[in-house]
């Protein structure tokens, strides 16, 4: 069973850079068919999807996150990262990471593998 945890940071100030690790066991994140993603859920709003990366060499960002975020793995650890860079109180949220196939990116349910959420305040 793959699981995955998100670490980092509970509490950022404004205009810094958001930065998460989503650890990941029971599977390899080498198995590029599937999106290695980073999702986020405001408080009371629907989930928001950053982006993902599949490999190396491909990855993807929502528009609306393009500009100042990254997604970068390290295999040797089998870990993914986030940073969200310039943030504001309006990227307070519950942090996910996830598996997700192809055909249940950017869907309004959590299918697939998923951590258990992390809480990110954004205050001064």
């Known amino acids: 069973q793959v699981q995955l945890q998100e670490s980092g940071p509970g509490l950022v100030k404004p205009s810094q850079t958001l930065s998460l690790t989503c650890t990941v066991s029971?599977?390899?994140?080498?198995?590029?068919?599937?999106?290695w993603s980073w999702i986020r859920q405001p408080p009371g709003k629907g989930l928001e999807w950053i982006g993902y990366?599949?490999?190396?060499?491909?990855?993807y960002y929502s528009p609306s996150f393009k500009s100042r975020t990254s997604i970068s793995r390290d295999t040797s650890k089998n870990q993914f990262t986030l940073q969200l860079s310039s943030v504001t109180p309006e990227d307070t949220a519950v942090y996910y990471c996830?598996?997700?196939?192809?055909?249940?990116?950017?869907?309004?349910?959590?299918?697939?593998?998923w951590g258990q959420g992390t809480q990110v305040t954004v205050s001064s």
């Open positions: 996830a598996r997700v196939s192809p055909l249940h990116y950017g869907l309004g349910a959590r299918l697939g593998y």
């Open positions: 029971g599977g390899s994140i080498t198995t590029n068919y599937y999106y």
């Open positions: 990366i599949v490999d190396s060499y491909s990855t």
